[in-house]
Structure formats: C-alpha cells, structure tokens
T-cell receptor, first 111, second 112 residues
Framework: EDQVTQSPEALRLQEGESSSLNCSYT??????LFWYRQDPGKGPEFLFT???AGEEKEKERLKATLTKKESFLHITAPKPEDSATYLC????????????FGSGTQLTVLP | EAGVTQSPTHLIKTRGQQATLRCSPI?????VYWYQQALGLGLQFLLW???????NRGNFPPRFSGRQFPNYSSELNVNALELEDSALYLC???????????FGQGTRLTVV
C-alpha cells in the first residue's frame, strides 16, 4: 500500500531562520512527487513536481529535492507570508492515477 | 486563464439530506478528481473521472457518487448525509495524461 509520511507535523521558525520539511514515501513505483501549499480553508496550491531521484526544483525561497525514499522542501530565509501547511503527495505508477497525500507540515513563521 | 472553480463555496445541510457539489476544470483538462478533507485530517481520495467515465474511486460508501459531463465539468453527490460528512470537498483537474493536478478552493459542507 502506498504511504506518505511528513515530518515534523508542525514547525515554528523565526523570520529568516532556514529549515527543511521531510516527506518519506513508500510506493511500488513513482510517477511523480508533488509539493503543495495550503492556506487555512483554501484549496492546495501547486508548488513543484519531481520525477526522479536527484532532481531539484526552486521557486523563490523554496527548493524541493528528491531521493529514492524521500523528498525535502528547503525553506531559505522564510517570511511570515510563508506560513501555511505544506503537503506532499505521490503519484504511483499503474492505472490508478490519484494522488496519495501526506498529512502535511504546518509551518508558522514568526516576525 | 481561469483555474478550477467549485460551487457553492459553503453548503449547510441537515442529516439525511442530499448534497450536490459542482466543479469546473481548467480549460483543456479532461480529468477531474474529488477529495475529502475533514477537519484535522489529510486529503482522502474520493473519485476520479476522465473523459466522461469514472476511472477509480476511493474507500467511501456508495452514497458518495458523481458524474462528469461532456464539457468535463463534474458534480459530486452525497446522499443520506451524516454528521461525519462535514468536511472541505476539493476538486482538482489535470490534462488527460498529465500527472500534475490543480485544485479549486473547495466547498465547505456542514451537516447539522
């Protein structure tokens, strides 16, 4: 069974304090790994897709990396507006194409 | 370009009633996915429609059903509502053979 585990569940950072969020996954075959940002009461906002180990993607203060067993979302010099829940999802190989989501990391950046 | 749109934004129903939620995908997208996000829980997969047909469903009872129309919009129907059905219902769309899915803002369903 496909599994996605995110850690930590919650993270509080001071503005400018860099850190990383972890996403560990177990799938029979990986078509893609996705990172989303979700603000309270809103739908997830697409951030990145990673397809193969060693791949990296960057967007502003965010950088996502992928290995064969996990992905990291690095946040460099975060700002209060980066506060949100960050969701990781995997798209397994095979005919069933729905995403399997982790439970998310709730990030709070304090000014 | 318009994103995924969902309606209504909020819906309040009484236990035992039926709810209908609607989703319009991004133009050109033929796949629609429905997810349930109960308070404090992760996104749980409900249904996947592609080119008008149901392709897969998650571990939900049959009273959760839906359909996709020829214009690729979709609706989710929940019959015999229970209090536990209160959640944010999210719709996402993707291109036919793409893996990237884009979400709407959701419908907040409250069952009283």
């Amino acid at each position: 069974e496909d599994q996605v585990t995110q850690s930590p569940e919650a993270l509080r950072l001071q503005e400018g304090e860099s850190s990383s969020l972890n996403c560990s996954y177990t799938v029979s075959g990986l078509r893609g790994l996705f990172w989303y940002r979700q603000d309270p009461g809103k739908g997830p906002e697409f951030l990145f897709t990673l397809y193969s180990a060693g791949e990296e993607k960057e967007k502003e203060r965010l950088k996502a990396t992928l290995t064969k067993k996990e992905s990291f979302l690095h946040i460099t010099a975060p700002k209060p507006e980066d506060s949100a829940t960050y969701l990781c999802a995997v798209h397994p190989s095979g005919s069933a194409r729905q995403l399997t989501f982790g439970s998310g990391t709730q990030l709070t950046v304090l000014p | 370009e318009a994103g995924v749109t969902q309606s209504p934004t909020h819906l309040i129903k009484t236990r035992g009633q039926q709810a209908t939620l609607r989703c319009s995908p991004i133009s050109g997208h033929t796949s629609v996915y429905w997810y349930q996000q109960a308070l404090g829980l992760g996104l749980q997969f409900l249904l996947w429609y592609d080119e008008g047909e149901e392709r897969n469903r998650g571990n939900f009872p049959p009273r959760f059903s839906g359909r996709q129309f020829p214009n690729y919009s979709s609706e989710l129907n929940v019959n015999a509502l229970e209090l536990e059905d209160s959640a944010l219902y999210l719709c996402a769309s993707s291109l036919h053979r793409a893996t990237e899915a884009f979400f709407g803002q959701g419908t907040r369903l409250t069952v009283v």
